[in-house]
Structure formats: structure tokens, C-alpha cells
């Protein structure tokens, strides 16, 4: 953004002090209690141009408890002030901001003995002025939520004197809430939207036929014809001729299934995926995209395609160039979710500036940014993204990345309060600095408990950006919330907690504390939780389990926790609701626990597949090259796997107790990623594709599953447990391998059945 503020002339500030010693460079809008200035509107004022009179009458009322008015055109009162806005301004205040720039939701706000103008280059960019005006006097809206508005209280009310002018960084700025939708008017205060851009979109217009793989289209049309014939044909019936700039969102389907016929193949070439570790497919959708741009030339000349650049397509093209007219969307699902790209913690996420310069070499038009802006797949836990959103979108902004629409699958203002804003400003002002936002953010919100809740937070950020851990989603808790951390976490909420609620303080200080210390609570709950059930402790479990739903209940009736997370599809019971349900019913309703098997076990990657063969189940000692590996403390991933796939082998020597002698013994697994076959004293018990006994009826990797194993286990004797694990494809967690805990179980009634 290009921020210009001219400031007051010396000599004429001089001036002005010798004329009074009490007049300074400001307009007073109210002073002691009595209203100086008044709001012009246009007559016939839009939408936006009503509503930035609204929200300005609305604050300033807040702010000293005078109500200003609004007049239309020339039905001002001579002796006050006026604060004209949008098409009522000077139409003059358009040519300022044009010689910074000409983008949709750019604003001028003057400030001078004549009073105050705002105008934007349309009514949202009025809109945004008027924002930045009551910004200006110091509020901030930094939630929907009663206690998310930060108004100052004083009886005047002055405005610097100022040319101001505002042009927003990125031209379009869209936070995409997937299961969350704040108001409109908060996005207006982020000062979201602009200039509307398509950001791509799965699939292809006119429903051309599919490939080999069934889920996407046959680009070359080898297996099936006439993919560019439905694809053009839609697109005409969709468009008049025109050579105005439109843009076209296409692209893959979600998911896999790319054709494999020779002509899609051969398209493709030998561009490979390392991450994923599969073949590339941009060519095949580069070289069909410039065939669709090149046939609508003519009557298209300024049709734009934007396409997600995404997943096994995210690796730019070896074998054509693109068009310029393609516009990439970088969606990089499978880069580290939470850090940005050039933190060294994450060589992961460095991939993506290595991605961006391959696609920025075509010198593409225009290029945007997507992402996720929360954490995927976690049950709303602390969590922070300061890193990214400092360092990574101004990088990628240099690169030409100039829109953003990012997703935020929840939003949960207890877990990550600030990010929304804090990304706003960003993309508003790439420039922002980003720590001293935080900085008022700590003191405006926090009040009489900012330091503390201050250090809180810049812990957190530490924890998430410094942590070594490698594993996306909820089981990075793990390793960032140890022992350590969770104590300096406690002491710095319990510290903030005798802060706010002191004497003589506002009580919204101890609310918006309270808000933050829940979250920490819910998420120790869950860690408490956790470790009960990685210790077969399942009474325990089940019971900080009632204890953690109850207090999320009550977090999500205040709005501090999203919704959906109460649901069947909620990622606590998607993920870990499922373990501790199944463990308390064997173990403390129905049966007995016999023996919990325990976290770390041998552990051999087996990527020739040869372990069956070499018989890796076979019971007793076995020597071969096994490494000590975590099953329930750690993901694999977190142990130097990074995302393997394929077999995998662990083993394991228990003693059952002679005691169980004679009753039924069942073996049960908490979840594993994603298919197991187990042995017992080198007899197969069954795998659980197709489980033999007991659970599960659904597969999963998150899903418990137990196998009768009575006639293979030998009382009060060593018992060889042996699992090939074979792991294709990425959970949302990014686990691996046996990552739930295991045990011997023996129900009370020898006829039972799961
Ligand atoms: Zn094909």
C-alpha cells in the first residue's frame, strides 16, 4: 500500500499557535459532551456511503456519548463542521489517491480548518475511510463478539489534520469462513473484499467426459474425446464476445483419479511430485488450458483462467509455457499448514518459494494467494500464525502474488483470536508492522493484564514457530505443549486472571481473559485426556472426556469456540472421541484391561514389501535392522519418517498374566494409519479391511478395532505381537503407522460380542 500523509505546513502550524495557545492541527468533532461537527451525505447516498455515515454516528456516540447528525446535500448547519463523505466530498480527493494508485477500495480522508472529506474511488473505498477515521480515534473491531470491539471513552473528539491516502495492497482480500460466517459488517471493518476476483475452483465448466481414473476429465481426449470441444462450447454459451478483462475459474477435480491413457500420459512426461511422491500433472492441464485461451482468442482476447495450483499440479509445467492468461492460485495444501515459508524450522514449507519462482518464471498476468488460516483438522486449540503472516504473504506479495482469498475452515476467537485482523491489515498494507499491532492489540484488549497476556502470546508464537516438529494439525500438541510450556502457559493466564478482575477494573478485562483461559483449560483437558488414554487409563479418560465436551458446550453457547465443533463431524469426535469411548466400554464397562502394550516398539520400514517373506510376524527374537519407535507419544512423521508411505513392521513382546487364564482375550487397537495385519506368536489374527472378529464394521484410520486372540496368546508367558502397518495415503493429521494405543483386554461375559 501507499500510505501518504503531507502533514501541516510548519510555517502555518506556527501561525496557528500564535492565534491561540489552545489551538492545535485538529478538527474537533465533540467537545465536553457538545457535538462541533456534523455528517454529510450525498442525496441519494449508496449503500456503502449510508453505512460509513452509520458506523461513524454509531462510535462517536460510543466513544463521548453525543450523536451526530447527518444531513443530505446542502442542508448543513453554517456553524458546525462538516465531515462530508463519498460523492458529497470533493471530487478532487479522486485525483489524490489516482496518482497513488487506481485500486477498487482506495480512499482520500483530508483533515483541515475546512473540516474533514472522505472519498473513496467508489462507495466501499468511502466506507473504508470512515473506518480508518474511528480507527484513528482508537477503536478496533477485532471480533464479532460483544467483547470484541475496542471503544475508547472520552468526552471530546478530535481529528488530526491530514491527507491521507490509501490504496490496499492486494487488490482483493477474502477470508473464506468454511463453517463460521461472522456478519457482514465485521468483514467491512476488516476492510475485506475490493475488486472481486475469481480464485479458481475444482472442476471444468460443460461436464467434458472422463478419463481412465473416473474422477478427472481425459485431457487429451486419446481415452475419451471432445474434452476442449464441451469446455470451449460452455464457455461461449456463458460469454458474449467481449474484450473486456474476465476471468474463468477451472481446473482438477478434488481428490485423484487423473487419467492414465497414453495421450494424458505423454502430456505429462516425466514431471514428478516429490512430495506427494507421484507423477506430476500440470502439463497435461497447462497445455489444455492454452488450447482453451488460444481457440477463444478472437472473441476473448482479455478471458483470464484461474486454476488452483494444488496438490500433485502444484509443481510448475517441464513441457509447456503457459499462457500469461493463466492465473495461478497457490493452494498448497500439503506444505506445512502453520509456518511460513522461509522459517528454517520447516524445510517443508520452503518447497513453496521454490514452487512460486518455477510458476513466476512464465511471467504469468497475475498471480493469488489461498492457504488455510487456522489449523486443519484440530478441535480449536491454541493456536498461532504470527510467522506466516508476517514474513511469507509480504514475500510472496513481492513476487506478484496480488489477491488473496484464503480459507479459514473455523474460527474460533479463543484459540486464535487475532489472526483474522491481524491478516486483514496485512493484506491491506503489506507493510504493516505486524508487531506493533500486536502490541496495541495486547494493550487495547487486555487492559490492565497486557503484559502477561502479552508474554501469553508471544510464547504461544514462539512454541509454534521454533518447535522442530513436523507433523501437521492436533498431534503437533504434543510436542509443543510439553510439561515445560504448559506451566509457564498457566502461570502467565493465572497471573492475567488477578490483573483483570482488580479493583475499579472494567469487567471486560477479565471477560476477554477468561475467553483465552478457557481455550488453555479446553486444551489442557484434552492433553489430560490424552495421556490417560495413551496409559490405558481409560476411566480417566472417559471422565476429563465429560468434563472437556461440558466446557466446550459452554465455550461454544458464548460464541468462543465455532459450532460445528459440538457435531458428529467435529474433529474431536472425528479423531479422538472414538478411542476413548470404545477403550472405557472394554476396560471398565464390560471387561478388564489384561495388558496395555506399550509406547515405543521395534520398528522396520519396509518399502520392497519382502516382509511377509522374510516372515517379520514370526514370534520370538528376530534379528534384522529395528529401530525403537513411539506409537502414541509421537506421529512418525515427528520420528524422522517425514510422510512415508508404504509397509511398515512393528513388533512387540508382552506378558499376559497367568491369572486370565481361561477366559476370552481380545487384542484391541486404538486407531492405525491406515491398514493393519496382525500376528500373535506368528498366527494371524485378521487385518482390519476385513476384520475377522469384532470391530471394526467402518474402516479408518481413527477408528478402534479389536480381534479375538484367545487361542493364540500363552498365559503368564512372553507373546510375540507383530503389525504390518501399509500406509498410502496422508491423513488430515499427517500421521502414520500405529498411532493409538494398543492392549489385551477380557470381557466379563465369555459370549461377548463387539
Ligand atoms: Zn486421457
Redesign the pocket.
Known sequence: MKLLIVKMTAVLFVTAMFLSATLSAEVMIVEDGEALAEVILPEDPAEDEQLAADELVEHIEKISGVQLTVVSGDGADGDRTLIRLGAAADEALENMILEEGDSYSSFALVADDAGISIRGLNPEGTLYGAYELLEQLGVRWYMPLDIGTVVPESSSVALDYQETVQVPSMVWRQLQWLRYSPPQEYRHRLRLFGERRLTGRHGMPGDPPR??GRNQV???????EGALEAVIGALRDRYEPTDERFDVAMGPRDGGGH?Q?D??LELDGDAWDPLGGVPAVSDRYIWFFNQVLDELEDDYPNMHIAWYVYHNYMMPPENFEPNPRIVHVFAPIDLDRTRGMDNPMSPDRHILRHVVDGWVAFDPNEMYYRGYLNNLACPQFPYSQVDRIKNEIPALYEKGLNAARVEVIFQSWASTPITPYLVSRVWWDIDTDVEELLADFYEKFFGPAEEPMSSYFQELEAAFRDTPYHTGSSYLYFPIFNEQRRDMFRRYIERATDMAEGNNVNPVYAERVRMIREGFERLELFLDMIDARNAHDFESAHSIKGEYLELTDEMIDRGWVVEWERRRGGYFNRFFRSAVVSGHHRTVEEGDLVKGLPDEWDFLIDPAEIGEIAGYYREGVLGGNWQPLKTTSLSWSDQGLHYYKGDAWYRTQVTIPEDFAGREIYLWFGGVDNFAKVWVNGELLGTNREPKHGLPGELGTFRPFDFLATDAVRFGEQNTVAVKVTNDRLAELGTGGIISPVMFWSPHDEDWTP
Open positions: 478419463g481412465t481425459c485431457i487429451s481426449g486419446d481415452y475419451a487419467c491413457c495421450g494424458c
